[in-house]
């Protein structure tokens, strides 16, 4: 923001002004024959200019200059001072003062370091120099919004313009934006996204804790808004009907903007190309889709392809959609989401679920509880499909103890670190498992793949199963230290049946 004062040419108002406040502050502002000068600074030993909302750097050199100045007799120095967000200005200041005739010798032609806050005393420099010695921000600086204002000085220290720049200055903190990625919904290699479908658009942002990030997307029309923590790192968009390029930006700052204050961050931009026909492919288990009971695309919601309607989601869990490789789903983790149960359906029953996901990190990916007869005493049983020291397996426990609490009685290696299976080197992998209850037995047979060889395994259970099951994503259970993603789903069908 530059704030610049014009010429006042009518005396009658200088002499109003000079009635209205008694005297002249050392801040107002003296008309000059010419006091329209260019201020400003150059960072990082001139690499840059210091633009609106730049970013400054602990000992990062700030070079200030000065042009149409040198002509003008009636500026006799210059006054860089700080102002923070709230408007108050910091006491510290720094001033540089023309050197008068026979002073040559006792000029600084050097660089001034931080120390410059604390000399008490102008810094002489050669007579009409546009170029001044460079500085750095205070050591006792804090992270945060600053303003930094720029005075050409006159005689009895009247200040003839003003110009101002407002910065972040982060000291030693990490922050980098890297330019915005695009990726597509379903098993797409196509760059090209669908008209109406809903493509992910992400910013990676590398950032110090000490940091609150925050992102506003905008197509041109519209804003989103929200911070990183709060997943506005990632965008989903839903492209509009119509078939051309479309512009999508983000503007990313290192903290949330105060409300009704200018300010600005680090912009990024990407042109989307929008077809008719474009790389959203038909579901990956389309050949199936006549026999699914339910069917899940995660192509930005959660809704099954089949009824409509959504995915439930436990309390606390927010959605969250991840990229893996070129192509986008929903991340599973921390967050619960439950299936519709088998209620209705008798013993024996058998419930078979196709997945398309892409492994991250250890923890459940789903779970099946079967309930006992209430007239046994109750209780359940457990399934757990898990990435367990980066592999893959499919556990079973009589007790219905949540992952990770108590002995499981079973286990059986898919896929990874452990498993003697063909190893898959792909984002992706097709897992296909079905659980069989009766009532006395649990039953497991799972493959990945095509062409791998089924996995079975079986257990008996202490109690009559009564025939109720309940199916969930992602472990449900949230800690204070948040958590990791285990897996990106990108597909999801089931076929319940008895």
């Known amino acids: 923001m530059r704030v610049q004062y014009g010429v006042l040419n009518s005396i009658f108002l200088i002499s109003l002004l000079l009635a209205a406040c008694g005297e002249v502050s050392f801040d107002t502002v003296i008309p000059t024959t010419s006091n329209i000068y260019e201020m400003g600074a150059f960072l990082d030993d001139k690499r840059s200019s210091m633009d609106e909302f730049s970013i400054i750097k602990r000992n990062e050199a700030v070079r200030p200059y000065f042009v149409n100045a040198q002509q003008d007799a009636e500026v006799t120095g210059f006054q860089v001072s700080l ?96 330019d915005l990625r695009m990726y597509l919904a379903g098993n797409s290699k196509s760059r090209i996204a669908e008209a109406g479908s809903c493509v992910m658009l992400e910013t990676a942002i590398s950032f110090d804790p000490h940091l609150n990030p925050y992102a506003v997307w905008s197509d041109g029309v519209k804003e989103w808004k929200g911070k990183i923590s709060d997943g506005y790192g990632i965008f989903l968009w839903q492209t509009p009907k119509i078939t051309g390029f479309k512009n999508i930006s983000v503007e990313i700052f290192p903290f949330p903007p105060q409300t009704g204050k200018k300010t600005g961050g680090v912009k990024r931009a990407i042109s989307v190309p929008i077809a008719q026909t474009g790389g959203t492919p ?50 599973i983790g921390a967050d619960g989401y439950l299936l519709p149960d088998t209620k209705g359906l008798t013993l024996p029953q058998t419930t078979e679920f196709f997945l398309r996901l892409s492994l991250k990190e250890d923890g459940v990916i789903m779970s099946a509880r079967y309930a006992y007869d209430e007239a046994a005493g109750g209780g359940s049983a457990a399934v757990y499909l898990v990435l367990d020291d980066g592999a893959l397996k499919i556990l079973l426990d009589t007790e219905g103890r949540n992952y990770g609490n108590g002995i499981l009685v079973k286990e059986i290696t ?54 109720a099951a309940h199916f969930q994503l992602g472990s449900g ?6 958590g990791s993603f285990t897996a990106v789903i990108q597909e999801l069908g089931a076929i319940y049946s008895h």
């Open 414 to 467: 898919l896929y990874g670190n452990e498993s003697e299976h063909t190893a898959y080197n792909e984002d992706f992998l097709t897992v296909r498992f079905s659980l069989k209850a009766e009532k006395g037995y649990l039953y497991t047979d799972a493959v990945i793949g095509d062409g791998a060889p089924n996995l079975k395994t079986a257990i008996g259970v202490p109690k009559p199963l009564s025939g």
């Open 477 to 482: 259970i949230h800690s204070a230290a948040g």
């Open 83 to 178: 102002r923070r967000a709230d408007g108050a200005a910091l006491q510290d200041k720094i001033e540089y003062q023309f050197a008068q005739e026979g002073r040559a010798a006792t000029v600084v032609r050097s660089d001034l370091g931080a120390a410059a806050w604390k000399l008490n005393a102008p810094v002489l420099v050669p007579a009409g120099s546009g170029e001044l010695p460079a500085y750095r921000l205070p050591d006792t600086l804090e992270l945060g919004v600053y303003t930094m204002v720029f005075q050409a000085k006159g005689k009895d220290g009247a200040t003839l313009t003003v110009t101002e720049k407002s910065f972040y200055y982060l000291a030693d903190a990490e922050f980098t934006v890297q």
């Open 282 to 331: 038909a579901g990956y288990f389309s050949d199936w889709a006549a026999d699914f009971t339910h069917w899940y695309l995660f192509r930005g919601t959660l809704n099954d392809a089949q009824d409509g309607e959504p995915l439930q989601t436990l309390e606390g869990t927010a959605e969250r959609w991840l990229p893996s490789g070129d192509v986008y789903g929903l991340g």
